[in-house]
């Protein structure tokens, strides 16, 4: 099922009635979330990712703005009535029922032409639970089941019904770090079993590049940019898409261009061919340092961090905004030793920015 989400808007009115302080949660969000694929709706705190989420999902109404699935305006549908799965980060299972009473749940709910027979809805109980493998756990209560277990029932009951539209709100939150993996996989592989449409809701980047077909980042209600995961990693729009994708995060430098020359501090880094001269915001990602001991990047060294298959140097520089400099570097040459580790940049890990606004200024890489 197409989901196509048209200039929608979602504002809270303030609280305080003597000044109006009303929250733009949503700005104008115009984007089509093709047929089958897995969407990750991705920004920091508070930018909106959740309130779209609910104004999909029929649980919140738009203040302006129109939601269709497929060809069908279902703007004004409730949310029982849009076929949509909802899963929270709160898995919000009853305790009291075994896991197959909490998938069954929603089934026995169903009235009129979408009533089931007893026998339909234990198959379909079943076929949820095989496909989130937790078939052999239906007689447990919650509180005997691992989160990440408890999780996969969730996504089972939101499964039952067979919904048109899956709707995932920061479900891995509450797991630990090698489940969040394991989960994230298998919520990958449910999706592509089933090609239900999917929208993923996570302020980690990571998470979302990982298995989204495609990534929408937002930033205080607005969308900043849509994407496959790698695309916006490699060409990210405006600095902030750039600062917020990529671990270790990217390394920012103050630069100016002059004469087609790129400039980091004193150092003459790269040509940046039909750059006007201007002042600019230089980022350069992690793994875009080569150590090369004629490199025009001079940095003073602190460490060398070895991480498993990585190596990562830490170093400052004059120019640097932030205070370590982290490059994940090759290390058939050699670990740096000494005071200083001077590097040559690979010109496609070099992204310069706009000082004005923060926008993206592009140049042709040779
Ligand atoms: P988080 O990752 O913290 O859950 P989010 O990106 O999902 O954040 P939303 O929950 O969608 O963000 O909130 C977006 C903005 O709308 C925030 O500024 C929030 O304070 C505001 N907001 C959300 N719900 C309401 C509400 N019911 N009344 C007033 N303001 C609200």
Same mark, same amino acid.
């Given at each position: 099922m197409k989901v196509v989400l048209q200039n929608l808007t979602k504002i809270f009115p303030g609280r305080n009635k003597k000044v109006r302080e009303e929250v733009i949660a949503v700005n104008d969000f115009t984007f089509e979330i093709p047929d089958g694929k897995l969407i990750g709706l991705l920004g +920091?705190?508070?930018?909106?990712k959740s309130t779209t989420l609910y104004m999909i999902s029929g649980l919140q109404k738009p203040t302006a703005g129109k939601i269709f699935f497929g060809d069908d305006d279902v703007t004004e549908l409730s949310a029982e009535n849009r076929g949509v799965g909802l899963v929270f980060?709160? !898995?919000?299972? !009853? +305790?009291?029922?075994?896991v197959k009473q909490n998938i069954l749940f929603p089934l026995q709910n169903l009235r009129g032409a979408d009533k089931l027979s007893k026998e339909e809805m234990l198959e379909r109980a079943e076929n949820a639970a095989r496909l989130v493998q937790i078939d052999t756990l239906?007689?447990?209560?919650? %509180?005997?089941?691992s989160g990440g277990q408890q999780q996969r029932v969730a996504i089972a009951r939101a499964l039952v019904k067979m919904p048109k539209v899956l709707l995932l709100d920061?479900? =891995? %939150?509450? =797991?630990?770090a090698r489940l969040r993996l394991q989960t994230r996989e298998e919520i990958r592989r449910i999706q592509k079993e089933t090609g239900i449409t999917t929208i993923f809701v996570t302020h980690d980047q990571e998470e979302a590049m990982s298995i989204s077909d495609m990534i929408v980042v937002m930033k205080e209600g607005v969308i900043q940019q849509i994407g496959q995961p790698q695309e916006v990693y490699d060409d990210p729009t405006n600095l902030f898409v750039a600062k917020f994708l990529g671990t270790p995060p990217i390394n920012v430098f103050e630069g100016r261009v002059e004469g087609g020359r790129l400039f980091v501090g004193a150092d003459a880094v790269l040509d940046v061919p039909g750059v006007a001269d201007q002042a600019v915001t230089v980022g350069i990602r992690p793994e875009g340092f080569v150590p090369d001991e004629n490199g025009p990047l001079v940095c003073a060294l602190n460490s060398v961090e070895v991480m498993g298959r990585d190596v990562s140097v830490v170093s400052t520089h004059p120019a640097a905004q932030v205070p370590a400099i982290r490059s994940i570097i090759n290390t058939d040459g050699g670990l740096p030793t000494g005071a200083v580790v001077r590097y040559s940049l690979k010109p496609r890990k070099v992204l310069l920015f706009s000082k004005a606004d923060e926008s993206r200024i592009r140049f042709e890489v040779k």
């Open positions: +920091p705190s508070g930018c909106g980060q709160n !898995y919000a299972l !009853y +305790p009291h029922m075994t239906m007689d447990r209560k919650p %509180s005997e089941l920061e479900p =891995l %939150s509450n =797991l630990d």
